[in-house]
């Protein structure tokens, strides 16, 4: 039977392997999959889960690397009817540890008995696993597990202002209608291979791979992710890539070089998105002018099932920026409404400023065991006319001028980006803040060359003999890279108002490493 609107994801890759299965799903540094193959490796994983108690609203860790073992992995849970735990193995073992303990994780994926072992001494934990390397079941396998639409598809962790990661639910009909909706932005077909770019922890990996197989494409993944622009066009070339979703910053760093030294793109790429951090106008524009693909700039959050808007300017657009402003957010993808509030909820007069919130079929479930937390951001839809629809308060200011596109104006709120990553403040003050000698701590986000970073200001106990250097090599064991300050500035006592708040002007300049 031919897959529906609401056929989940998994469902919708079996059947591409049952009408095309010599078709290439995956192609890696390691080798290739048919769709056959994908199929019958992933049943083989979902067998062990299934034998190892694993279900839905189980969260099974997907403690495997870019490439083939990260795809059948990640088919392989779904096919046992349970959920991708989605996280960063390079983060610091303590740092796993806390988010397999507030995802209630109690299996894994892993290519080899070496590898889980790993996976569990790392994390303390006694994990059932599956191997993503199980020779293929035969055809008479059992065949995937029912998946009712609502039921959890995967958990990603967020920065959170409390100083805990904030873990991220996302069901199944949420991301079936996203990734539906993807294929056609794209223009996505059998006949496109697509770059896997995006690192397994972002969940742009997600929206690179998923819209691809459910169009029967090939999924490519990329061995090394933080080679130069230059460096990845002969790979573009070689594996005839159509479709290429990258980081912005890393696109405009591509933009410039190649404004720098004029030069053809590969033939076959024929559409560039970006997306996870603000681009500038003047960059499209030239871009645009050497005539090179079109390119999307998109918006979204982890709650909103990865990406909520797009902005894609024509001819006229392009021609009417008048300097280098921040590339506009643009408009919603089919099925995502979004408004433009005021500190009442009530919607912005045209033009003036308010606070995005956004609501449809993109919104996750919420926060993963965190019912106070979600029902604080997830909040009642007024605009609805439907009983029970929620929108999602994004914390971003934006603005909206009749027939314009969203454009974005700043946050609301003590979050910001940093290489791509949503960052809380107080999270990075909370680290910062966890050190035996430190007594008092603010963090910000401070103009760089390369873009924004962290800087911490701290005070520490009298007679303290911390360094900078020291407090980030203790921050780098137990956060993330990105929550780390790249400058960290000790002090006897921090400058407070007579009423005990910060006082931001009497701060010193950040500390040089």
Avoid at 79 to 87: F, I, T
Avoid at 131 to 159: H, Q, R
Avoid at 349 to 361: F, H, I, N, T
Wanted: aromatic residues 6%.
């Amino acid at each position: 039977m031919s897959p529906t609107e609401t056929t989940p994801v998994p469902l919708r890759i079996a059947h591409r392997a049952r009408i095309a299965p010599e078709a290439t799903a995956v192609r890696a540094a390691e080798g290739e999959l048919t769709y056959r193959q994908f199929d019958r490796r992933a049943r083989a994983v979902a067998e062990e889960l299934r034998a190892a108690g694993a279900g839905p609203e189980d969260t099974v860790l997907l403690g495997v690397r870019r490439g083939i073992h990260w795809a059948v992995g990640l088919l392989g849970i779904w096919y046992a009817g349970a959920a991708a735990l989605l996280v960063d193995l390079d983060a610091p073992d303590e740092r796993l540890r806390t988010l397999l303990e507030a995802a209630g994780t109690r299996h894994a994926v892993a290519p080899d008995t070496y590898a889980a072992a790993m996976l569990q001494r790392r994390t303390g934990r006694a994990l059932f696993w599956a191997s993503t390397t199980t020779a293929a079941p035969t055809a008479a396998a059992e065949p995937p597990a029912g998946i009712a639409p609502g039921s959890l598809a995967y958990v990603l962790f967020t920065s959170g202002s409390t100083g805990l990661p904030k873990p991220v639910a996302v069901g199944h009909a949420g991301l079936a209608a996203q990734v539906r909706t993807l294929a056609e932005r794209y223009a996505l077909t059998a006949e496109d291979a697509v770059l896997q770019f995006a690192a397994p922890a972002f969940d742009v990996c997600l929206e690179e791979a998923l819209p691809t197989w459910c169009t029967g494409g090939t999924a490519v993944f990329v061995t090394d992710n933080v080679l130069s622009p230059a460096e990845l066009e002969p790979f573009l070339a070689e594996q005839r890539i159509g479709v290429v979703n990258l980081p912005t910053p890393y696109w405009t760093q591509w933009a410039k070089d190649l404004e720098r030294t004029p030069r053809a793109l590969p033939g076959t790429l024929r559409r560039v998105v970006i997306g996870s951090d603000a681009g500038r106008t003047a960059d499209l524009v030239n871009w645009a002018a050497a005539g090179h693909p079109p390119v999307v700039s998109c918006y979204g959050l982890t709650e909103s099932t990865i990406t909520a808007t797009s902005y894609e300017p024509g001819p006229a657009e392009l021609a009417a920026f008048a300097g280098d402003e921040l590339i506009p957010l643009g408009e919603p993808l089919a099925g995502v409404r979004a408004y433009v509030l005021d500190e009442e909820l009530r919607e912005a007069s045209p033009g003036a400023p308010g606070e995005l919130y956004l609501a449809g079929s993109c919104l996750a479930r919420g926060y993963h065991g965190r019912p106070a937390l979600t029902s604080e951001r997830f909040v009642a839809d007024p605009f609805a006319g439907v009983p029970g629809e929620r929108m999602y308060r994004t914390g971003d200011r934006v603005t909206r001028a009749p027939g314009g596109p969203l454009v974005f104006l700043g946050r609301a709120d003590d979050q910001v980006k940093i290489r791509g990553h949503r960052v809380e403040l107080k999270e990075v003050e909370a680290a910062v803040a966890a050190h035996p000698d430190v007594v008092d701590v603010v963090a910000r986000a401070v103009a760089a060359a390369d873009g924004p970073q962290l800087a911490a200001w701290a005070a520490v106990t009298p007679g303290s003999d911390l360094t900078p250097d020291a407090l980030r090599h203790h921050l780098l064991a137990k956060v993330p890279g990105y929550l780390v300050p790249a400058a960290v500035t000790l002090m006897e006592r921090l400058p407070r108002t007579p009423g005990g708040k910060l006082d931001p002007r009497a701060l010193p300049a950040p500390a040089p490493r």
